[in-house]
């Protein structure tokens, strides 16, 4: 199995759980998207640097079969696909799992 296809799985999962999210945070007043746009450019960034020191010094290796070949630096592109999932799933789970301030009175 590619990293792409793991990758997939994990994905189709958070833009499930992402779309119950949309449906249930436009009832609740919604999420401030700008935030997460801006927490998931800064864990991209961060992603991008880590993955390249942590691979550079050899603590991380990939089977060059399961690759794509898409690199940023010498870090696979599928590498990427895990923070992604994270800046969409944490706030989706906030709505679909947050009380609602009623509750909290």
């Known amino acids: 199995m590619s990293y792409w296809a793991l990758n997939a799985v994990f994905l189709a999962a958070v833009a499930v759980i992402g779309?119950?999210?949309?449906?249930?945070?436009?009832r609740r007043g919604g999420l401030p998207w700008a935030s997460v746009a801006l927490a998931g450019a800064l864990l991209l960034v961060t992603t991008a640097i880590f993955d390249n020191l942590m691979i550079g010094v050899g603590l991380v290796g990939y089977d060059p079969a399961k690759i794509s070949g898409a690199f940023v630096g010498i870090a696979p592109l599928e590498d990427f696909a895990y923070p992604v999932a994270a800046v969409l799933l944490l706030p989706s789970l906030w709505i679909?799992?947050?009380?609602?301030?009623?509750?909290?009175r």
Do not use: H, N, Q, T
């Not at 779309?19 to 436009?26: E, F, P, S, W």
């Not at 679909?96 to 909290?104: A, I, Y």
């Open 19 to 26: 779309c119950l999210a949309l449906v249930v945070g436009r």
């Open 96 to 104: 679909l799992l947050g009380r609602r301030r009623d509750e909290r």
